[in-house]
Structures are given as structure tokens and as C-alpha cells.
């Protein structure tokens, strides 16, 4: 084969790596991580590289492609995609997994390209690589950013020993309507806990330093608000104000680029009649201008072809030409900047500096990865081999599972399951099921590697407990002939554990329901279950909410366990025995029925809030104010109470730091865990503010009979808001100080602010 690079081979040795060595921190210097992206080296490097490239490879930066998945989910390049790398035409692969594989194609870019630019290689890398940790809003339920972090740390060493240098994650859109399939994917309804979890998944994913072998580069998304799709309905128009959109959505992207992520994916949605893949305002004047976002801007796959659609363009030129425009750095799979700008830039649609601008952020950030340096890095079998499915990754998956599992109902004593108990019916079409409890966007999880409900009860049972299982029903169908086996074993056993939910195909994107409550017969499942006078625990496996009024009334313990991953059997059974303490707490509220949707805790006042016994107030007359269980709560095995809120002032000036403690103490007969939760309302602004806000979370484990004193620290920052003139501020006036178990059970102080 011809040899098309005359200039890489020596360019790269004789100029480029120079430059970047020169712009290398000294040995032990820590830098942050993306300062490598300007050093005045790597600008020099940036400068000259873009000098030789002609047009045609500028725009080849500018294009990414997916590789073909066969059945056994292997990607492979096509003859096509061969030749347009060869062409330098190729910026990005997505999908392409696996030492070996990504090594030859990246061989053919940097060795028979013209100028050998090396590729990045994506993959959507949501909750673990092989290892498959719990989906992100199962471990936003753990309220622990820096656990969560450690699992993204451990999924970025499987990732990148497999070839891939950057993850199209962390998912970081608020989400208040479950019905949208994509709230499985974030950190649920809350700002503040959003943007926790988005910092320390970036920080996991990135490590200190991008160049680093087992660095991940980060891509939050999507930028912005389509978390707020009109009716749940993925992929729909978002139309808000300018008020809730820097308040509510915005803040977990601010907080992801503040943690240093090196990229970004813009959304689907249109905001207010603009869709984000041609919002200049949103990706250049706020992103870039605003928050000094050094990275680069990738479209979500084929957003920029979906321009035509939306009306903003009426040919896929000008499709191109406004998402360039508007700050689009890169085409994800709509092939409209390979097939167009070329063409474009000669009609004078597209300037050569637009062009350059976007090649010069993809560039610093191939840089950045260490890639001039080191293409073929994580490109080693044997380190491949090693890394995946390690044990310490699999021993992290399994603490991740049970911290984030949710304890919403313990009634007389149920759980946890004594070791005495007789024979458990584990009944269920979720129990014994392994592809489902991978859940939405599982990477290269395998139903192999799953440790099932069944599974994890049965290799936990000792002693007296006989363990013995009937399916019962299936997910989504409509037959009941599983019922007579399942009813005979509930009949002849001392304990029931149900195992229900949603197939993981239910959940994620493109998965949106018009109805929340459990689908096919499973409801009706667990009521003959309960009807069979046997205690009944029922655990749900799913990717949101559930409308499960009569189940919390009626069975005498629930469990959300989520979609868990590879663990999740194991997990299940420490928390189900007793082995682990339940702690997890809600990332989101759960409704009693689909009516009361839009229902966050978070909401505004009106001018007639809820009563009973008022009929003219803001209120349905079907359903109570409330919901069936409010963001923050979860039971533990033990009990905690709060007492002893205390503020340090009265009143807090400018740059003053209020000091905020509560007195917890266990109750209980177990050691335990409690999220003590912190929470602010201002009543005296020139505009709404929402009855109640997150300000902070604290976890304190206690022994029985122990007491603990938590501490909370409040500054200027968390009393601002964007007031009448969209200045962020804070306004003097009355505070209302909240700290509890969960946004429902609080004791509250007050205090003025004075500036």
C-alpha cells in the first residue's frame, strides 16, 4: 500500500514532540488538568500543525463516525472509513472497543495519513465499562460524591485499557418528569445534588492530569435543559425562562467544566424556539465567553442534521454553516460537515477562522490526552486483560450497588430477612433475570458477568434459610399462568421477596412512558402475593420513579434497588440479611400517580398553597398535596432523631460564613448510617423563590444509643439567586434555615442577611 504520509512520521518526531515536551510541567509540578490545553508550546505545536493541514483535513478533525456493531456487539471499521482516515478525514471514532482493534486503526492514522493527526476514540461509558456499576441515579442515591467518584475512577482504567480516551458522560440534566426514559441516567430532580455528583464524575473519569494512560476525557450533556423535554417525551421541545434555565439547569454543566472537563455535548431539544446545536448564546456568549470553557463542543448524534427538522435550516449546507456558527466543533455521525463545509467555505458561507477555531480546541485536547505523545497509549492486551472485571473493581461495584439502594418501607420488622427465616420465595420476572439488571447504556456489561437476585439470596442463605424461586410473570406480557406456582410457593414459605420493575429497554433513551405504574401483570402478581397472608418484601429494579400507591400500602417492606449492574445480586442480599445497613436516600420524588406530574419537591409557592380544608386552593380534589415519597427520604434498619438546630448569628453580613448544627442521635438497636440534609428558603426577594432548596448534605454513622453533632458552613454563594434585573445576587431579608432526614421531616431556625 502507498504510503500517503511524507510528513508524519518525521513531523511528529522532529517538531510536534519537542513542543509538547517543552510545554510539560516539571517533574512532581501539578497543573490543572486542562492547563496543557494552552501552554504556549502546544499553541506553537497547534499553530504549525494547522499551517500544513488544507481544508479538506481541517474538516476531517471536525468529523466524527461510529463503527459498525455486529450482534456480538464487536465494532469494526467499514472499507469506507478506512479509506477517509487515510484521507485524514476522520477526527473521532465512536464504538470501536478493544486494545488490538483500536491500535490498527489508529495505526492507519498516524502512519498513513499525510499529516498521522491521532484519532479519539468514544464510547458511551455511562456506569462502568465491563464492570457495570449502578445507573447514575441509582448512585446519586447513595449521596456520597466522593464514593461515586471512585467508580467512575475504576470504570475510566477499564475504558482506557481497552483503547478509549473519552466517555460521552457524565449525564448531568435535571430531570422533574420521570416520565422521560433519561432521568435513569442523571442525578434525578435537585440542582445542588446534581452538581455534586456531576464535579465528582468528571473528577473520576480525568483524574489530575488528561495525559495520563488511565484518564477518561469527560463529556457532560446535554447542553442544555433536556432534562425539561415537554411531557417526558424524549427529544421534545423545552420552553422556560431565562430564570430557570441558569437556576436549575445550568448549574451541574457549570460545575462539571469547573471540575475541569475537557468537553461538552449540546442537546437534541430546541429552548425557547432555539435548538442547541445552532444556540450561539448557549455554546458560545455563556459557555465559552461566560465560564471560559476551554474544551470542545460535540454534537449530539445526527443534532446538527436534525437543524432541517426543527426549521432553522432548509438545506444541510446551512445546517452545517449555523452549527459551526453557533460553536459546534464537531459532527457526531450527521456527516454534514464532511459532505458540506468544504463547499461551504468556498461560497464564503463558512470562514477558513471558523474552521480553525474548532480544529484548534480539538487539537489542544488530542494534546491534552497525550496523544502526539503517545497515540497508541491503552493499547496493550495484556493491560487490558488485567484491568477488566478486576476484582477490586468488582468488590467496588458491589459496595456502590448497596449504598445506593433505597429502603422506602419497613413494616414490623420485616427486613432484615433473619437467618432463621425457614424458606424465602423469591418470586419475579425480575429475580432471576441478568440482562436487565445491567440496566440503559451498559457499555461492554455482559449478562454473564451479572450476579442475579436469585443468585446473590441463595449464595448468601445460610444456616435454616432454604431459598427456592418462581418466576411468577414476565415484564410487559399479559399472561397470568406463572401465578398458581408462584401462589403455591408463597403458600408453603415463611418470607416473600417480589422482585418487579421495568426491562432495562424501559428506561434510558427513547424510552419515555405515559405510565408509571408497574407494567404487565406484576401489580396484580403482588397483590395475590400479599393475599396470601405471607409477609411480602417487594423489591423494584428500575430506571425512575414508580406509581406504587397500593404496594406501599399494602406490603410490609419495599425496596428500590434500581438497576444495580454487575453486583447487583450480591448487593441485594447484604441489604435484604442485614450484612449492610441500608442508607441510600431519593434523588428525586417518587408521585402517587401520574397526575401529580410535574411534582419535585423544589417547586414555588403560590398565592393559594395546598389545604385540605380550603377548596379554593392550588390542590387536585382526587389526590392529596403530597407525594408518595419525597426527594431525600430513606429508612435504615436503625432509627435517628433530630434535635438541637442551631445558627451561630442571627445575622449574616456580606462575607460572613453562618455555621449551622444539628444534634443526630441512633435510636436504634444497629449501627447505621444517616444523610442529614440541609435545606434554605428565602422569603424576602424581589422574586420567587422555590419553598425549599438543597444547600447541603452531610452522612454521619452512628453506633445505638451514639450521638452526633453535623456542621454545615453557609456563605454569600449559597443564598444567591438571579433576582428581577437577572443579576446574581443575594437580597437583605429573612432565611429560613431547614436541616432532616429528607425535605419533608425538617426542624428549621431563621436568620436575617444584612449586607
Not at 98 to 119: D, F, K, M, W
Request: hydrophobic share 40%; with cysteine.
Amino acid at each position: 500500500m502507498t504510503n500517503r504520509s511524507p510528513l508524519s512520521r518525521s513531523y511528529l518526531a522532529g517538531f510536534l514532540l519537542p513542543l509538547l515536551l517543552a510545554a510539560a510541567p516539571m517533574a512532581g509540578q501539578e497543573l490543572p488538568i486542562l492547563s496543557r490545553c494552552s501552554g504556549s508550546g502546544v499553541e506553537r505545536a497547534v499553530d504549525s500543525l494547522l499551517s500544513l493541514m488544507t481544508v479538506d483535513e481541517k474538516i476531517g478533525q471536525m468529523v466524527q463516525y461510529s463503527a459498525e456493531r455486529d450482534t456480538l456487539r464487536v465494532g469494526r471499521l467499514t472499507v469506507a472509513q478506512q479509506e477517509l482516515i487515510r484521507e485524514g478525514a476522520v477526527g473521532s471514532i465512536l464504538n470501536l472497543v478493544g486494545a488490538s482493534v483500536v491500535h490498527e486503526a489508529q495505526r492507519i492514522a498516524v502512519e498513513e495519513s499525510r499529516l498521522g493527526i491521532p484519532i479519539i476514540f468514544g464510547l458511551d461509558v455511562i456506569h462502568g465499562f465491563r464492570t457495570i456499576f449502578p445507573i447514575p441515579l441509582a448512585s446519586a442515591s447513595t449521596f456520597d460524591p466522593d464514593l461515586v467518584e471512585k467508580a467512575e475512577r475504576a470504570a475510566a482504567r477499564e475504558a482506557t485499557a481497552a483503547g478509549i480516551h473519552w466517555t460521552f458522560a457524565p449525564m448531568v440534566d435535571i430531570a422533574r418528569d420521570p416520565r422521560w426514559g433519561r432521568i435513569a441516567e442523571g442525578a434525578g430532580e435537585d440542582t445542588y445534588l446534581g452538581s455534586a455528583m456531576a464535579a465528582a464524575r468528571v473528577r473520576g473519569f480525568q483524574d489530575r492530569d488528561l495525559s495520563r494512560p488511565d484518564a477518561l476525557l469527560a463529556c457532560p450533556k446535554h447542553f442544555a435543559a433536556y432534562g425539561g423535554a415537554e411531557g417526558g417525551r424524549d427529544y421534545n421541545t423545552v420552553d422556560i425562562s431565562e430564570r430557570t434555565l441558569r437556576e436549575v439547569y445550568l448549574p451541574p454543566f457549570h460545575a462539571a467544566i469547573d471540575a475541569g472537563a475537557g468537553s461538552i455535548m449540546c442537546s437534541f431539544n430546541e429552548i425557547a424556539g432555539v435548538p442547541s446545536s445552532s444556540n450561539k448564546r448557549l455554546l458560545t456568549t455563556i459557555l465559552r465567553g461566560e465560564w471560559g470553557f476551554p474544551g470542545f463542543v460535540v454534537s449530539d448524534w445526527n443534532s446538527i442534521g436534525e437543524l432541517l427538522n426543527h426549521g432553522i435550516a432548509a438545506a444541510r449546507s446551512e445546517a452545517g454553516a449555523v452549527a459551526l456558527a453557533a460553536g459546534v466543533d464537531m459532527d457526531m455521525e450527521a456527516n454534514v460537515y464532511h459532505q458540506e463545509l468544504r463547499e461551504a467555505v468556498k461560497r464564503g458561507e463558512v470562514t477558513t477562522d471558523q474552521l480553525d477555531r474548532a480544529v484548534r480546541r480539538i487539537l489542544r485536547m488530542k494534546f491534552a490526552l497525550g496523544l502526539f505523545a503517545d497515540p497508541y497509549r491503552g493499547c496493550d492486551p495484556a493491560n487490558e486483560s488485567a484491568a477488566v472485571l478486576a476484582p477490586e473493581h468488582r468488590a467496588l461495584a458491589r459496595d456502590v450497588a448497596r449504598r445506593s439502594i433505597v429502603l422506602l418501607k419497613n413494616e414490623k420488622g420485616v427486613l432484615p430477612l433473619r437467618r432463621d427465616a425457614g424458606t424465602v420465595a423469591v418470586v419475579g420476572p425480575l429475580a432471576d433475570d441478568a440482562v436487565d439488571l445491567l440496566g440503559p447504556w451498559s457499555a461492554e456489561g455482559r449478562a454473564e458477568d451479572v450476579v442475579t437476585a436469585l443468585r446473590g439470596l441463595r449464595s448468601a442463605a445460610t444456616g435454616e434459610v432454604n431459598v427456592e424461586y418462581a418466576r411468577g410473570c414476565g415484564i410487559r406480557d399479559s399472561s397470568t399462568s406463572g401465578f398458581g406456582e408462584a401462589l403455591a410457593l408463597a403458600r408453603r414459605s415463611d418470607v416473600v421477596v417480589a422482585v418487579v420493575g421495568e426491562s432495562r429497554s424501559m428506561s434510558g433513551e427513547a424510552a419515555s412512558r405515559s405510565s408509571l405504574d408497574l407494567p404487565g401483570r406484576q401489580e396484580e402478581l403482588v397483590e395475590a402475593l400479599v393475599g396470601t397472608g405471607k409477609p411480602v418484601v417487594v423489591v423494584l429494579m428500575n430506571g425512575r420513579p414508580l406509581t406504587i400507591p397500593w404496594i406501599a400500602d399494602r406490603a410490609g417492606a419495599v425496596v428500590e434497588a434500581w438497576f444495580l449492574g454487575s453486583e447487583a445480586g450480591s448487593a441485594l442480599a447484604d441489604v435484604l440479611f442485614g450484612e449492610y445497613n441500608p442508607s441510600g436516600r431519593l434523588p428525586v420524588t417518587f408521585p402517587r400517580s401520574v397526575g401529580q406530574i410535574p411534582i419535585y419537591y423544589n417547586h414555588k409557592n403560590t398565592g393559594r398553597p395546598p389545604s385540605e380544608s380550603d377548596r379554593w386552593t392550588s390542590k387536585y380534589i382526587d389526590l392529596p398535596s403530597t407525594p408518595l415519597y419525597p426527594f431525600g427520604f430513606g429508612l435504615s434498619y436503625t432509627t435517628f432523631a433530630h434535635s438541637g438546630l442551631a445558627l451561630d448569628r442571627p445575622v449574616m453580613h456580606r462575607n460572613d460564613t453562618l455555621t449551622v448544627l444539628a444534634t443526630v442521635k441512633n435510636t436504634g438497636r444497629r449501627r447505621g448510617m444517616e444523610t442529614v440534609q440541609l435545606y434554605l428558603h428565602n422569603s424576602g426577594a424581589n422574586v420567587t423563590r422555590p419553598v425549599q432548596q438543597l444547600r447541603g448534605f452531610r452522612k454521619v454513622e452512628l453506633n445505638p444509643g451514639e450521638t452526633g453533632i453535623v456542621e454545615f458552613r453557609l456563605t454569600e454563594e449559597e443564598l444567591k439567586f438571579y433576582d428581577l434585573d437577572m443579576h446574581w445576587t443575594v437580597k437583605a431579608g429573612a432565611f429560613q434555615v431547614m436541616v432532616g432526614p429528607n425535605c419533608a421531616e425538617t426542624q428549621s431556625a431563621t436568620f436575617e442577611y444584612r449586607p
